[in-house]
């Protein structure tokens, strides 16, 4: 490529699979001259592929070696959202960059601007450029060949996930003319299972709940590590290989972000739609998010809420809410706010402008009680209510509440007709629809007549000291009628696996007079 030439940059979306690297080696036939930039993976067997390549011949390239100011085209495949390509987010504002997507993901609103799209339902997004390579009539050598075959594998499961389509066959046949060998496939893309894999992998099978959405059983696993864990993607899709599940969110801690997985195999879920949510990306069949703002809990009740708003997106306000909403005017006393929320059993109350029903703020009980027990009864709500809140209309989704109540840690949200409160949807009416609407909530062990082996962690993961106590004190409870647990953050550290041997106990009952007896016994 000449200096006078266009200057052309490929690269596709962080923490890159199989078929996004592959897309780009495919770009790069493509492109003639083109440089890749390759934004890294967690997936240790891409890694083991890169590291065997010849960067020179592929031109990929550093970030530091890209000269930035001379691009003018911008080719990004596997993606086209903005959070999913912030290595390239110099280029994607700049005048007189040409931006091309090639992509098989659903259109979102995180969406970069592109001049030239190829966007196609497809279960590969190499399969696209592979049809366009030989519609050229572009011939490939075996080992190149081999590479695009990589990603289109990788990508559809060796054609087993349900987003297969026709081109995905159609454009392995044509890379079998040109030399494709199946067996290196499978070789490059076997994973080996470590120790720490196979023990994420109980943990996630130990964890699994069914959630009942739009009549399909929706799986949620968990598995909490110390460290990163290369391939947390294939652990998603051994487990549901293992135990055939319809949709699973395979969910894992890992230092200081939370990584999401989703698989499906039904239509009536879209876990693409879910992992957007999550500030990830995908397909309605596959898709996956790393999170580093929230907690594993946190990423559990963000899945759980959305797939619930994606059963229902009909419902609105109108239906969650309770009306009418008990309310109490600004110029009224904390004392009366007080009584008012102890009579109805109220958390939080809309406080109204006096003689109206217009909401301009939100008091809730615990400031209330407070101010009663602090002698500051006699003031009124008007000094201690809270002012910036939100409200929406009768009409508002799910999704809207969930907003405000979640993100905005607002106790309550008054819904308003004509500027008037004319219901409130509070955080327990949310939780009720979260726990028991549309279907209930089942546990994966109890439906499966599984129980956790709390006796083998015991044995697995403590000295034969501690697991004594453990058995001593059980023992004496027994002896004298007084139940025992093992409480705090032994029983939290023993979960996660977490050195820690400072055992406190709870005893219903006596708790001296079994400390003596304990006390006698150990000597």
């Not at 960059?97 to 609103?109: I, Y």
């Not at 050229?136 to 349900?162: K, N």
């Not at 706010?337 to 109220?346: E, R, S, V, Y």
């Not at 007079?513 to 016994?521: G, I, N, Q, S």
Request: with cysteine; glycine share 6%.
């Amino acid at each position: 490529m000449s200096a006078s030439s266009p200057r052309i940059l490929v690269t596709c979306h962080a923490n890159a699979d199989f078929d996004s690297f592959a897309a780009m080696l495919a770009a790069h036939f493509l492109y003639p001259g083109s440089l890749l930039l390759f934004p890294g993976t967690q997936e240790r067997g891409l890694q083991k592929v890169v590291a065997s390549l010849d960067a020179k011949r592929y031109h990929l390239t550093e970030s530091a070696d890209i000269p930035w100011d001379e691009i003018t085209h911008l080719v990004l495949v596997d993606t086209r959202q903005r959070e999913r390509v912030r290595h390239v987010s110099t280029l994607l504002d700049r005048e007189g960059v040409t931006v091309e997507v090639w992509d098989h993901h659903p259109a979102s609103s995180e969406d970069v601007p592109a001049q030239t799209s190829h966007v196609e339902t497809v279960g590969s997004v190499t399969a696209l450029l592979v049809r366009e390579l030989r519609q050229r009539g572009i011939v490939l050598e075996a080992a190149d060949a081999t590479l695009l075959g990589l990603g289109i594998y990788g990508d559809t499961g060796s054609f087993t996930y349900s987003s297969t389509t026709p081109l995905d066959f159609e454009s392995s046949a044509w890379l079998l003319t040109q030399g494709m060998d199946v067996n290196a496939i499978n070789e490059m893309a076997a994973h080996e299972l470590t120790s720490l894999h196979v023990r994420a992998l109980n943990s996630l099978l130990e964890s699994a709940r069914v959630y009942h959405i739009n009549n399909e059983p929706v799986v949620i696993a968990e598995a909490s590590m110390e460290h990163y864990l290369g391939d947390f993607a294939y652990l998603a899709h051994r487990l549901m290989e293992m135990e055939k599940f319809t949709v699973l969110f395979a969910v894992g801690r890992m230092e200081d972000r939370v990584q999401v997985v989703a698989r499906s195999r039904s239509d009536a879920i879209n876990v693409g739609r879910i992992c957007a949510e999550l500030g990830g990306g995908g397909h309605a069949y596959a898709a996956s998010a790393s999170i580093r703002n929230l907690t594993l809990n946190e990423v559990h009740d963000a899945i759980v809420r959305n797939l619930h708003m994606q059963a229902g997106p009909e419902k609105t306000a109108s239906d969650y809410m309770s009306s009418p909403a008990v309310g109490i005017e600004s110029d009224r006393s904390m004392r009366e706010a007080d009584t008012l929320m102890m009579h109805f059993g109220l958390k939080a109350v809309p406080v109204f402008k006096p003689g109206t029903r217009r909401c301009i703020g939100i008091l809730d009980a615990q400031t209330a009680s407070r101010a009663t027990s602090h002698k500051l009864g006699d003031r009124p709500v008007d000094d201690y209510m809270r002012r910036n809140i939100k409200s929406l209309a009768p009409d508002a989704p799910l999704r809207d509440i969930s907003s405000i109540i979640v993100g905005g840690r607002q106790r309550l949200v008054p819904i308003v007709d004509k500027e008037l409160v004319v219901g409130v949807v509070t955080r327990t009416d949310l939780i009720n629809v979260m726990t028991s609407e549309p279907g209930q909530v089942l546990d994966y062990q109890e439906n499966n007549s599984r129980e956790r082996n709390v006796a083998k962690l015991l044995r697995d993961r403590l000295p034969a000291r501690v697991r004594h106590l453990l058995e001593l004190a059980g023992r004496l409870g027994q002896r004298l009628n007084m139940p025992v647990y093992v409480v705090g953050g032994f029983v939290r550290d023993l979960l996660l696996d977490r050195p820690n041997h400072d055992v406190d106990f709870v005893v219903e009952g006596e708790g001296v007079a079994f400390a003596r007896a304990l006390t006698a016994e150990l000597g």
